[in-house]
């Protein structure tokens, strides 16, 4: 079935909308950063940069580095940006964008976020690295696709719900997991995993009173006592979940690690936080290309 003009959009130059980039752009491999100016403090690891791209907070580098192609890309902030990223370079691999048709071969994409975060335990410190083992949604963004159940732990989420009492004015909170062979491949004794939380906001829904008070006041400290067979939750974030399910209902593999740049129980926020994060960069690096 091909596409209408208004459904997979592209730019007069052929690119795809809002990636401005072409399928001979995008390596396999890509690494997802929130902060655009994060893209070029990867990029600056490659050995060769073959192709920039921007549009709005959109930065995307395409390089190699140790005879690997890596793509690195921005998505800004929130599970909305994550939406639109994933779906277009999952046409961009996986559609043809003159016909609208999807490809018979199925090209199978490797996503790695490394992003910042905030510890939900007070024995995560600042400045360390976290792998989600797992993504807790609590934005509601999986919810929008037929299927989505398929990728998700109903037993966990069950439990989690009770556990905090979740208000049935919020969308149900979705689990759902990071890709095994990334993070056999990306974990070692110097990261901690656990279950990433992702909030639809870093104010109140990630707890913080400024002004408004979040709803519930308690938010952190549920999240934190929550413990299922072992398996707690270590931060919050704003991207993880959405980027697990829709990888896994695409056919990709994907993972995040986080710098932790924020201990929400102990009240610390990192006094060097670029020089963790660059840490965080040349860490991942190395264990994925190396
Ligand atoms: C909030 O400050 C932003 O930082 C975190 C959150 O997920 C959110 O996007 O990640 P990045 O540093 O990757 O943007
Ligand atoms: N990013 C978040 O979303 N939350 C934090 O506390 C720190 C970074």
């Keep these: 079935m091909s596409k209408a003009a208004s459904e997979l959009v592209l730019n007069a130059d052929g690119s795809i909308y809002h990636c401005n980039i072409k399928p001979e752009h995008l390596a396999d491999t890509i690494i997802t950063v929130g902060d655009p100016n994060r893209v070029e403090k990867v990029s600056r690891h490659f050995d060769s940069i073959e192709h920039k791209a921007s549009k709005r907070e959109i930065v995307t580098h395409t390089g190699m580095l140790n005879g690997q192609r890596l793509t690195v890309i921005s998505t800004g902030m929130g599970t909305d940006n994550i939406d639109i990223v994933f779906s277009e370079l999952d046409a961009l691999a996986n559609i043809n964008l003159e016909t609208g048709q999807i490809k018979e071969d199925f090209r199978k994409l490797s996503f790695i976020r490394l992003g910042t975060s905030g510890a939900l335990q007070g024995d995560i410190p600042v400045d360390s690295i976290v792998i989600g083992s797992h993504g807790l949604g609590l934005d509601g963004l999986l919810h ?54 992702t909030a639809c906001g870093f104010y109140g829904p990630q707890g913080r009173h400024l002004r408004l008070q979040p709803n519930p006041a308690d938010i952190n400290e549920r999240l934190t006592s929550f413990n299922h067979n072992g398996l707690r939750i270590s931060n919050f974030e704003m991207e993880t979940s959405a980027i697990y399910g829709l990888a896994a209902m695409m056919g990709h593999d994907a993972l995040s690690v986080n710098a932790i740049v924020a201990n929400r129980i102990l009240g610390e926020f990192s006094t060097d936080s670029y020089k963790t994060v660059d840490a965080m960069i040349e860490y991942s690096l190395e264990k994925l290309t190396k």
């Design 144 to 197: 929008y696709y037929v299927g989505s159940e398929a990728v998700m732990n109903k037993e966990v989420e069950d439990a989690f719900i009770k556990h905090v009492d979740w208000s049935p004015n919020k969308s149900r909170p979705y689990l759902v997991e990071a890709s095994t062979s990334l993070l056999n491949k990306l974990a070692s004794e110097q990261t901690i995993q656990g279950i990433t939380a």
